[in-house]
């Protein structure tokens, strides 16, 4: 949106297929716009985290290094909290997720969840209540050509198995469920998710990982390509999630969606922590301080 108002000279509004309105850049406001995209007007799309409680570290991350990207990164993640990963893009922040997750190899460092190591592979990961959303959720996160029900159901199988079979009642209504709690739209849990828009193809993502009961969340791009409407239901979700004792940790590369849905902000930098902040009060000119390649002797 920003963009839009940098540039353009008449800005078309379309929702669900059907034009709303076509209007000179000069009578509209970023807030008229939202409301004409969403059909309701958004007062404020980022929940109060004013009452949030932390408790005791669910990811602890010390001393990790990947090899050609991350260096000597240390952090923590509590019960409660939404920590973000800071910074300029392609500082190491994504593969600091995924080494957590043990979708890359590491070179060195210690990671535990609940106080307990993380090791081995995915599968032994996600049995230790680890959740991975993926930022490229068409490429990586969905199996386009499957159903709504099926990319829910892929990662919490063992849940609703018994001698390898897989219990189809328990499953229709587990994610009958889960589809009702993440408000998705589809015309059916068997609606071949390809066809399903940008924002209920992410929320079926978040779906899928929820069913697996995570203690940590990992979010790469809570809502890269995602309508407002839908972020500000994703933004709700992520608060609830945090605020039932989930530790979330996510990047992304929108400055306040970083700012407004963490509690805490590591900044990286060529591979290393460079700073951490309190949300709190925060400005985009401190990240971008610290973001800032530091010259270091030798």
């Known amino acids: 949106l920003e963009e839009i108002f940098q540039v353009a000279d008449r800005i078309t509004v379309l929702k669900d297929g059907r034009k709303v309105a076509t209007k000179d850049i ?3 406001t970023r807030d008229s716009v939202i409301a004409m995209m969403v059909g309701r007007v958004l007062e404020d799309i980022y929940p109060d985290r004013s009452d949030m409680t932390v408790g005791e ?3 602890k991350v010390e001393h990790l290094s990947v090899p ?6 240390s952090l923590v993640v509590r019960a409660g909290e939404i920590v973000g990963l800071g910074g300029l893009e392609g500082q190491g922040q994504r593969a600091v997720l995924r080494a957590v997750f043990g979708d890359i190899p590491v070179a060195a460092g210690d990671v535990s969840i609940c106080g307990k190591p993380l090791k081995g592979s995915i599968h032994k990961r996600i049995r230790s209540g680890v959740a991975y959303a993926t930022h490229d959720r068409r490429g990586e996160g969905l199996v386009l050509t499957e159903s709504l029900r099926r990319n829910e159901a892929l990662a919490s199988l063992e849940k609703r ?3 390898g079979f897989v219990r189809a009642g328990l499953e229709k209504q587990s994610i009958r469920e889960n589809t009702e709690r993440m408000q998705i739209r589809a015309a059916s849990m068997d609606q071949n998710v390809a066809s399903l828009s940008g924002g209920n193809q992410q929320k079926v993502v978040l779906a899928r990982w929820l069913m697996t009961e995570p203690r940590l969340l990992i979010i790469d791009e809570p809502t890269k390509g995602v309508d407002v409407g839908s972020k500000a239901q994703i933004y709700q979700l992520m608060s609830d999630l945090a605020s039932q004792g989930m530790g979330i940790l996510m990047i992304s590369s929108e400055m306040p969606e970083v700012m ?4 805490r902000i590591y900044v990286m930098s060529e591979g290393r922590i460079t700073k951490e902040f309190k949300a709190e009060g925060l400005t985009q000119e401190e990240i971008l301080t610290a973001a800032m390649p530091q010259e270091r002797e030798g």
């Open 26 to 28: 000069g009578n509209v």
């Open 57 to 59: 570290p669910v990811l």
């Open 68 to 73: 050609g990207s991350v260096r000597d990164v």
């Open 161 to 163: 198995s018994k001698l």
């Open 260 to 263: 407004n849905m963490s509690d």
